[in-house]
Structures are given as C-alpha cells and as structure tokens.
C-alpha cells in the first residue's frame, strides 16, 4: 500500500520537462556504452557476412576509444603556436554552417510556402507542379552543386556580387523547399469538407478562409515538415560545403580531418559531432516555433 | 482579443528567429573578405585551383604573400577548389582566368570540347606512387597481380595502368579496391598496395603509429613504385589559360606571360623558404598539420627543382608519353582518356619560354641546378 503511494509520488518529483532531457542523456550514455562494449568484446576484424562486413574493425583506427575523441578536442588543431583549441575551431565552423543553413531554412520555407498555396488555390497548378517538386528531389545534388556556383558566379548586380556561400544556402534551400510545400499542401486540405462548406455557406473568400481555417489545421502539418527542413538544409549546406569548396564550415573540417584518420585519429571525429550539434540545433529551433504556435498543435502528424 | 495578441506573439517570434538567423550569417559571412576595391590599376586575375589550400599550391600562395604579382600588375584571386569543382571546366566557362590541373584530365576535357591551353607546366615530374608494406613483396608493377590493389579513380588512375599494362598486368589479375580520402584502407591492411601521393598520403602513413613498435612508421616500413621510375608518369599539375583568349585578345596574352612569371617566382621562393611558404598556405586557412605542410612544401618543391629547361617549360618528350599514354591505356570499362590527337592549342610554350626570358634577363635562376630539399621530420598526425 504504502508502496504504491510512493512511486507515483516519486515520479512526481523529476519536472515534466526535464524528464525527456533525461531520457536524452540517458540514450546517449547507452549509445557510448554500446560503442566501447563491441570495441572491447567485439572481434577485431570486425563482423563478416561472406565477404560482407557488417560490423566495423574494432581496432583504435576505425572506432577510437570515446575518450581519445573527447580528450583530443581540447587539444590544438596543430601543431602550431597560433593554432586554437579544437573544440573551438569545431564550434567557429558549427557557427558557420548553422548560419548558412538558416539562411537556406528561410528561402526554402518560404518557396515551399507558396507552391503549396499556389497549389491548394488552383488544381491546375497542383496538377503542373507537384510532379516537378517531387521530381526535383531526385536531381543528385553533385550535379546541381557546380552549376549554381557557375550561375551565381555570373550574377552581379549593380554593389550586390554573389558569394560562394550564397551558393551553398541555395542549395540547402533545394533540399528544404521540398517536405515543406508537401507538408503544407496536406495541412492546407486537411481541414473537413463540412468546415470548409460552413465557410461557403458563409460567404467567406479564400483569403479569410485560409487564415481563419486552413492556416491553423495546417499546424500540425506543417511543424514536423519544418523540422524535416531544417535537417535537410543542414545536410545540404555541409554537402555542398564539400561539393563546391567553400571554406568555413564543417563540410570543409570533414573533408581536412579526414587526413588524419591514420596518426590521430580522435580528430576527424571531432566535425562528426559538430554537425550532429549543428542539427540539433536547428532542430532545436523549430522546436520553439512549434511552443508559439502550441495552440494550433492538435493531432499532430509525423513525418 | 486574447487570441489576436497570442497570434501576433507567434508571428513575431518566427520573425525573431529569422532575424536571428540572418544575423548570423552576416557574421559569419564577414570572414571573406574582397579586397578589390583598393586594386587601383592592378588586372583582376582569378585562378582557379583543383583542390582546397594546401602546400601542393604553395608557390601561388607565396606569390600573392610576396607581392610577386602585384610587381606584375596582376590582383590575383585564389579560388579552391571542392569535391564536384573540376577546374578545367570553370576555366572554359569563363569563370577563371587561369586553372591547375593534371594534363591527363584535361586532355579528356579537351576532346570534349574545352577550348583550353597547357601554358605552363609548373610540375615536371609525377607524384603518384603505389605503396605497400614491405612484408608484401611488392617491388615492381608485375607484383601487384593478384594483389588488393587501391586507386582513387576519377582520372588518378592511369599511370597505375598503364604501369601494369606495360608489365602485362590486366585489371582482371588484380582487386581493384576504391580508395578513400584517407590511409585506414591501407593502415588495416584492406589494400595490400595503396596509391599515394609523396607530398601527401604517404606521409600520412609515416605520421601514424606502428602498432608493432609502438613507434611512427618508417619509409623501410613501406615499398614505393614510383611512376616516374617506371616510365608511365604523366604530367600533372599545370597552369592553364583560355585558348580562345589568348588568340584573340593580346591584353590577356600580356596577362598570362606576367601571371606564369610571378607564380614562377612564388615556386622558386617557395622551395628556397620551405618553413616561410608553408606557414603562408596555413595563414591562407589550411588546416593541415604544421609537419605535413612542410613534408608537403618540401615535397612539391622535389617535383619542380632541380628543372632541366627552366621552371614550366613544356618538355616535348614528356608531353608525348603522357599523350600516348592517354590513348593507350584503358580502364575497367575498356574506356581510354583520348582517342584521337590533342589540337595544336593543346599546349604552348609560347607564353612560359617569355616568361622565362624575362626571368633569366632579371637574373633569376629558373633550374635550381644546385637546389636541395631539406629534412622534415614528420610528427604524429601530421602535428
């Protein structure tokens, strides 16, 4: 009996926000617990399947020991005497990334935005557009990565000169553009047939019934469409960092660390965890979009 | 009422993360700086490089640090180079004036189409090797067969075949494995011979670890089959210039005899100041390590000095067997680079043979006949 009074009692004490925090930290421990248990236990040229290696090497090269990816962060980038902490170096380029990223978030949200109202207004261009949306996505983006850095390169106008950066927004924007106006244009028809005739039967135009109707069932719609967004604008800006050269970010640590994989090989795990916090970030961010917008959050789809 | 303030509330904090955002990338994107405006009467010069900063580059970095192209007139800008960049490409589209890339990669980019010139080429001599660990037996191209073989691929992998042609080593003899951007797949012993770069990869074997001596690896360590040796190197890194241009336009021609000078200058001053030039390609954003930059600077310098005819002199001898090679020899797929003759355009020693004049007339040594490389000691990790 008094058993019973207490576990309730007791859950009661961690607030209800701390508790998914908890749950956060306590998957990562799980996940660095599970890394260093197969590095200890597993066998050394890792787990094959024929020919087929399923599970990496457990030798120091392919999976370091937690703490040399830790313990080396703190270290220099090199050996030099003006070279900075690397964690820092790390954070300067997450700052980097992130800022692009959200710059592509913007553009992105924003087109996506319009198709789908575009879209929601005419059948027509539902019609003509959604097949090329959904197309666009399977453009690899190796291919459009050079042409928009060609593109931008010819764009001048008046004091306005395109950057390198520029480019690589536009494309974290090609990728972010894409579950938005889906997500959008769901949310936009989600609302019941009867709602929308009650607005019919009122004789409200479009405009207010998107806004009093339309805009709010679209929440729950558009919400994990954000969130998809930002990820994939983070992806698309370290990318296409790599893809067209632009120095900076963390695409560009990736690529420079990866030399070091043999003598030191803590480093090139270094920018790995910046763009997980880059995406946590921006993630994170969307989150907040979501706490203003609380109100609208019912029945909310997962993407 | 209510409702209204809660929904200009949620709008204003979108607004406010957009803000936010935008603000940092003002910031962030403050870190390119343009320094054009204050070029007075300087030439804009765009050169575009096949990969990012590094000590491979070091003489055109040296160059623009030293002033050598400001003395000629030129404000050149440096572009690096990225995964999907292929230089020759910008160049023929008109968005550099000047690129470095391999000669066998244009050559194809030729055939294709790209109107573009060989005007200068700055390395003589190849750095692709094919490495292995000593305990392998692999000396000479005919002990790759039946060998895990590494190749980067993507135009990196020709003198290795026509090396193993020439031995009568077929692609079906050997495993061709994909190489990474980095050395694990050789380190963990997935590929018995590995290709490698002198001023780059093979160095970072030499800064890692052995885990049976618990000291760096040794060169005795490793066997190298040098493509030089074999006589299936190719030219690689050369400076190329608009075809179209340089016939038409006689400022531009002007242009690319002042621009091969002063880089010229940068590589001699590069070799004689190893530690200055690879402090100058870190003060550039290299983030390699302070050892591998130098192993880097030193090692490039080997492939330029001593020079027989004068630094980027086009040796006809050479130009021919990388030609020749280019038609010869196919990949997996049967391909080969080239089919027919590269164009007369291909290559000119026109602009380099002036520069080179002018040079000499200054009093510049442009062989380096008496040029020595120095010792790098390499660190762990290239630290």
Redesign the interface.
């Known amino acids: 009996m008094t058993e019973r009074t207490l576990t309730p009692e007791r859950r009661w004490r961690i607030p209800r926000l701390a508790r998914p925090a908890l749950l956060g930290v306590l998957g990562l421990v799980a996940l660095a617990v599970l890394w260093e248990l197969y590095k200890f236990f597993g066998p050394n040229n890792g787990v094959l399947i024929g020919d087929l290696t399923v599970l990496p090497r457990t030798s120091d090269l392919a999976m370091p020991h937690l703490a040399t990816m830790a313990l080396r962060l703190f270290e220099p980038v090199t050996g030099a005497a003006t070279a900075l902490p690397l964690w820092l170096a790390v954070l300067q380029a997450c700052a980097f990334t992130l800022g692009i990223a959200a710059v592509g978030w913007i553009v992105g949200v924003t087109v996506g935005l319009a198709l789908a109202l575009l879209m929601q207004r005419f059948r027509l261009a539902e019609a003509a557009i959604l097949p090329w949306i959904v197309l666009s996505q399977t453009v690899p983006l190796i291919a459009i990565a050079p042409l928009v850095r060609r593109w931008g390169a010819q764009v001048q106008l008046g004091e306005f000169a395109w950057e390198n950066w520029m480019s690589v927004a536009l494309i974290a924007s090609y990728l972010a553009f894409f579950p938005v106006s889906i997500g959008a244009l769901r949310g936009l028809v989600a609302p019941d047939a009867n709602h929308v005739d009650l607005m019919h039967c009122y004789a409200v135009g479009w405009w207010k019934t998107l806004w009093r109707l339309r805009l709010p069932a679209s929440v729950g719609y558009l919400l994990p469409a954000l969130r998809l967004a930002a990820v994939s604008a983070v992806i698309g800006s370290v990318v296409a960092e790599v893809s067209i050269g632009l120095r900076g970010g963390i695409g560009r640590l990736i690529v420079e660390y990866a030399g070091a994989a043999g003598g030191d090989p803590g480093k090139p795990w270094a920018p790995i965890f910046g763009s997980v916090l880059v995406g946590l970030v921006a993630a994170g961010f969307v989150g907040l979009i979501g706490l203003f917008l609380r109100r609208f959050r019912r029945g909310e789809v997962n993407a | 009422m209510t409702h209204q303030t ?1 929904r200009i ?2 709008i204003a ?2 607004a406010a ?2 803000l936010g ?2 603000a ?2 003002s ?3 403050g ?2 700086p ?1 320094d054009s405006a204050d070029a007075g009467d300087l030439t804009p010069v765009t050169l575009q490089l096949q990969w ?2 590094q000590a491979q580059f070091a003489g055109y970095y040296a160059a623009v640090d030293q002033g050598y192209y400001e003395d000629e007139g030129l404000d050149v800008t440096i ?8 230089p020759q ?2 160049l023929a ?1 008109g ?1 550099a004036d000047y690129a470095i890339s391999w000669v066998p990669k244009v050559l194809g980019s030729i055939e294709q189409g790209a109107n573009i010139t060989d005007v200068a080429q700055i390395f003589e001599r190849s750095a692709t090797t094919q490495i292995s660990f000593a305990d392998k037996n692999i000396e000479t191209p005919a002990d790759l067969a039946g060998k895990n073989v590494g190749s980067w691929g993507f135009g990196n992998e020709w003198e290795l075949f026509a090396g193993m042609q020439q031995n009568d080593v077929t692609l079906d003899d050997i495993t061709l494995i994909q190489q ?5 797949g050789f ?2 012993g997935d590929i018995d011979a590995a290709q490698a770069m002198t001023y ?2 093979y160095a ?2 030499l ?3 052995n885990p049976d001596t618990g000291e ?1 690896y040794q060169p005795d360590d490793l066997n190298v089959i040098d493509w030089n040796d074999e006589g299936t190197a190719m030219l690689q890194d050369a400076i190329w210039a608009d075809a179209d241009r340089l016939a038409d336009d006689a400022d531009y021609a002007d242009t690319t005899v002042k621009f091969i000078k002063a880089s010229i200058k940068g590589w001699i001053y590069a070799a004689q100041n190893p530690e200055e030039a690879a402090g100058i390609v ?1 003060a550039a ?8 930059q130098l192993w880097m600077t030193n090692e490039v310098s080997k492939l330029i000095f001593p020079s027989e005819n004068g630094v980027g002199l086009i040796d006809q001898d050479a130009w021919d067997t990388t030609v020749e090679i280019a038609q010869d020899t196919t990949n997996e797929t049967g391909a080969t680079i080239i089919t027919d003759d590269p164009p007369a355009t291909a290559y000119s020693n026109e602009y380099v043979q002036q520069a080179l004049d002018e040079l000499e007339a200054e009093g510049v040594d442009v062989n380096g006949a008496d040029w020595e490389p120095i010792e790098v000691t390499l ?5």
């Open positions: 809660r509330r949620s904090g979108v993360f957009a955002a935008l940092l990338t910031c962030s994107s870190g390119t343009d990012v900063a572009a690096e180079g990225g995964g999907d960049i292929v490409d910008v589209a968005d990474a951007f980095d050395m694990s380190l963990s780059n990869e970072q074997v800064e890692t670890i760096l870190t954003g290299s983030t390699l390590g302070q050892s591998h660190e762990e990790g290239g630290n």
